[in-house]
């Protein structure tokens, strides 16, 4: 059976420490890994991954794929409280397979002052 | 307009009452989606719609019925609604199914949905 596993499931850190969130899966036909940042209402999203060891970066966020060993990390460098939120990996596999995005369960990261 | 737009934000209702949730986009995405959340729980698929057409159904029970009017449009009708069935109900587009990758997943605001 597909699925997508992230870890930690929960994390608190201190402002300006650095964190690393992963994602690994096992996925027939994988497309392509997606990051999103879940607060209290809809998903947004971050990256999206397709190819092995190309680094996506945006300010202090970035984040790379393995496809070798099925794995993606999400970097967040100087953490600040507005990075407190729920980040989800989903990996899309082809629409033939039924499900497209398989969602993992999360990690909820929570950045005190 | 990169926005997918969902009403009601908020609902709540009896579980003999009947209600629909409305979701709208207006990116010319083919492919539409309905995912159900519980609290602390990543989004589960419901349904897929692409080119207007049911394409996936994920064993969801006849008391949610999906309808897409146009490419634009995508509704739940909620009908006999069980209290289990409170949740935050997410729709979302993208560029289509099928091809080289899909791209994005792009989320409304969700309806936040309690039965009584």
């Known amino acids: 059976e597909d699925k997508v596993v992230q870890s930690p499931l929960s994390l608190v850190v201190h402002e300006g420490d650095t964190v690393t969130l992963n994602c690994s899966y096992e996925?027939?036909?994988?497309?392509?890994l997606l990051w999103y940042k879940q607060e209290k209402k809809a998903p947004t999203f971050l990256f999206m991954l397709?190819?092995?060891?190309i680094e996506k970066k945006s300010g202090r966020l970035s984040s790379i794929l393995d496809k070798k060993e099925l794995f993606s990390i999400l970097n967040i460098t100087a953490t600040q409280t507005g990075d407190s939120a729920v980040y989800l990996c989903a990996v899309e596999a082809p629409p033939n397979t039924g499900n497209q995005f398989y969602f993992g369960t999360g990690t909820s990261l929570t950045v005190i002052p | 307009d990169t926005e997918v737009t969902q009403t009601p934000k908020h609902l709540v209702m009896g579980m003999t009452n009947k209600k629909s949730l409305k979701c709208e986009q207006h990116?010319?995405?083919?492919?539409m989606y309905w995912y159900k959340q519980k609290a602390k729980k990543p989004p589960e698929l419901m349904f897929v719609?692409?080119?207007?057409?049911?394409?996936i159904n994920e064993s969801v029970p006849s008391r949610f019925s999906p309808e897409c009017p146009n490419s634009s449009l995508l509704n739940l009708h909620l009908h006999a609604l069980q209290p289990e069935d409170s949740a935050l109900y997410l729709c979302?587009?993208?560029?289509?199914?099928?091809?080289?990758?899909?791209?994005?997943?792009?989320f409304g605001e969700g309806s936040r949905l309690t039965v009584l």
């Open positions: 397709t190819s092995s060891g």
């Open positions: 719609y692409s080119y207007e057409k049911l394409s």
């Open positions: 979302a587009s993208s560029q289509e199914l099928g091809g080289a990758g899909t791209g994005e997943l792009f």
């Open positions: 990116m010319g995405h083919r492919a």
């Open positions: 996925v027939t036909n994988f497309r392509s």
